[in-house]
């Protein structure tokens, strides 16, 4: 019974990677719809995975060794059909539609591509001294059962991820590996009293965690804090990087150009507003209280035609609620202003230098944190010695990745596949 569990398991291993994967495309809130899609996930994989071993079986050695030899590439074909068939989907629908239906056809053909390997193995059933009947079925609840779980562990991810989700979903399908670090302080682990905060030692951990996962080389990507430090690092290790893409915050030109920007700057500071408040003691209490309160308001300026759900907010909820991690945050903004530190002047240095690498400037013109004339101003091409390309998306706020994720990942693709030794095999740090 031991070998059974154990064939069981292995056999299961790829319906399970199938359901997180489904999983993660179904983002509404109504879970009993939710509910009904991993049950109807957990009967097509459990079934299949079920039945294939007993064809095997039946089958016995007759026709299963030339059977064997191409299940593989069947399954292939059919998992390239289907990754071909759920791309063309998700560029043909409106970035409003934030559920990808999933229907029977799909996951018909999902189950057949991941169960062809048990056939073949439903052949060594005769050299074991088990019922064939009982061992397929207990396969088959044991591959239900994972699937099922696996779907639920996809949804999840969506939280996990946070506002990046669909627009990693898009990335991986493409072909390129998404490699998604959490910023220090934003993990409750990570979140230390006596750890240091700024953009210095944030491209610092990068390139360690870079260093550390052996990548050569890879298309940079940064959104706010995140786009502030790609910057720092696109200056301070420019060879590492095979392009740079900006989300809501704008690339700095050449200091020839900076003058043209001045009578814009008024409407930004008091749009950065803010950021006097982060240098409060107060900040940390100010932003965890009442469930992120604050936060959640943040966002509603700063995203105003996004009408984001509770689900939505919940990661960020969650995070801040954290006394620890609003405290970390908050050193941000302190560190952004205390000069008198060597490590924060370092920062500033490479930050205002004008970018070297092909870059994007992507920003939402219902920003409420970017001055959106500003951002013009600054991302002109003519301010720089590179390739710079600015996209500006309407009906869009500050979170672009979470409220138009297919114009995103549209505009990502453009870039890399544009940019200078751009290579498909590359990989995407977000």
Partial sequence: MLEILLLALALAADAFAAAIGLGSTHRSDVKSQFMKMALLIGVYFGVAQGVMPLI?????????????????????????????????????????????????????????????????????????????????????????????????IGRQS???LGSWDAVITSLVQ??????????????????KRHAQYGLM?????????????????????????????????????????????????????????LPYAVWNLPKQLRMSSYMLVMQSNKAEHLLSKQNANYVKRI????????????????????????????WAAARYYRALLSLHHSANRQAARYLMSPVTLP??????????????????????????????????????????QAEQPKAVSRALLIHFEQSQASKRTADAIL
């Fill in 56 to 152: 095997g079986y039946a089958l016995g050695s007759t026709m299963l060794g030339w059977f064997a030899e191409g299940a593989s590439w069947i399954a292939f074909v059919i998992l390239v059909a289907l990754g071909i068939k759920m791309l063309y989907e998700s560029r043909s629908v409106n970035d409003d539609d934030t559920r990808i239906n999933v229907s029977h056809k799909t996951l018909l053909s999902l189950a057949i591509a991941t169960s062809l390997d048990a056939m073949a193995a439903g052949f060594t059933l005769n050299l074991l001294a088990v019922n064939a009947y009982v061992a397929c079925l207990i396969i088959a609840l044991t591959t239900a059962i994972l699937s099922v779980l696996g779907a639920y």
């Fill in 201 to 257: 030692p944030a491209a610092e951990d990068m390139l360690a965690w870079k260093d550390a996962l052996n990548v050569k080389s890879a298309h940079l990507v940064g959104h706010d804090w995140g786009a502030a430090i790609a910057m720092v690092l696109a200056n301070l290790k420019p060879a590492a990087w095979l392009s740079l893409s900006l989300l809501a915050v704008p690339p700095i030109p050449i200091k020839t150009r």
């Fill in 174 to 191: 493409t072909g390129y590996r998404v490699l998604v670090p959490w910023l220090r302080g934003y993990t409750a682990d990570s979140a």
């Fill in 359 to 400: 870059t994007l400037a992507l920003a939402g013109l219902d920003d409420g944190c970017m001055n959106i004339q500003l951002h013009k101003q600054l991302g002109q091409p003519k301010g720089f010695n590179t390739q710079v390309r600015s996209v500006y998306l309407p009906r869009c706020g500050h979170f672009l």
């Fill in 299 to 326: 966002w509603k300026t700063w995203s105003p035609s996004w009408s984001f759900s509770d689900a939505e907010f919940e990661p960020a909820r969650t995070a801040f609620s954290n006394p620890d991690i609003a």
């Fill in 158 to 160: 969506g939280t996990w």
